[in-house]
């Protein structure tokens, strides 16, 4: 079956180190997406791919970084520079239409200690 | 630069009673138009989506959307609402005249149908 697979689905963090939460979709997707949810606030975009080996910066991307090797693959690192890093988090990916739906993964819900 | 506004929080229903849930947008171009269902600790799942055309839409688990472009709202409706409905739903807008895909998101409106 087709779609996007998040893991790990519950990921607890000492601060002070990264961790990376990974997104792998079979959906054969040009545009790929991380957003951060909090209670209250919606979904905020961290990191959009609209290609491969290309990505940009969304509304909340300092103390992220992503890569972009693969068509399939967009791994989120949450560094130690991230001040508040306690969040669900959740990947995306649409066809990179305008007129595109984006479909979700499970989320990672990361805790730091 | 778009954006996405849902004005309630929370609606209550009771079950077998119509809903709405809320959506107004703002855009520098034409709106494309989606409504996303969340249940707790799952990702998003696509209800429905308005791009072009006949300004009533219709998705999945019967709900629908209607567009309305003087009033710049996109509201989600069910005619008889379930206990099952209960979840989180957003709105999200793609404005056509941005340079992007990007998607902006609401914050949410939590849904409880009550038996």
């Known amino acids: ?113 | 630069a778009q954006s996405v506004a849902q004005p309630e929080d929370q609606v209550n229903v009771a079950e077998g009673n119509p809903l709405t849930v809320k959506c107004t947008y703002s855009v520098s171009g034409n709106p494309y138009l989606f409504w996303y269902v969340q249940y707790p600790n799952r990702g998003l799942q696509f209800l429905l989506k308005y791009i072009t055309g006949d300004n009533l839409v219709k998705g999945s688990y019967g709900f629908e959307a209607e567009f309305n472009k003087s009033q710049t709202s996109f509201h989600l409706k069910k005619p008889s609402a379930l206990v099952s409905d209960s979840a989180l739903y957003f709105c999200a807008v793609r404005d056509t005249g941005a340079g992007s895909y990007q998607l902006t998101f609401g914050k949410g409106t939590k849904l409880s149908v009550i038996p």
């Open chain 1, 1 to 113: 079956d087709g779609g996007i697979t998040q893991s790990p689905k519950y990921l607890f963090r000492k601060e002070g180190q990264n961790v990376t939460l990974s997104c792998e979709q079979n959906l054969n997707h040009d545009a790929m997406y991380w957003y951060r949810q909090d209670p209250g606030q919606g979904l905020r975009l961290i990191y959009y791919s609209q290609i491969v080996n290309d990505f940009q910066k969304g509304d909340i991307a300092e103390g992220y970084s992503v890569s972009r090797e693969k068509k399939e693959s967009f791994p989120l690192t949450v560094t130690s520079a991230q001040k508040n890093p306690t969040a669900f988090y959740l990947c995306a990916s649409s066809s990179g239409t305008h007129t595109g739906e984006l479909f979700f993964g499970e989320g990672s819900r990361l805790t730091v200690l």
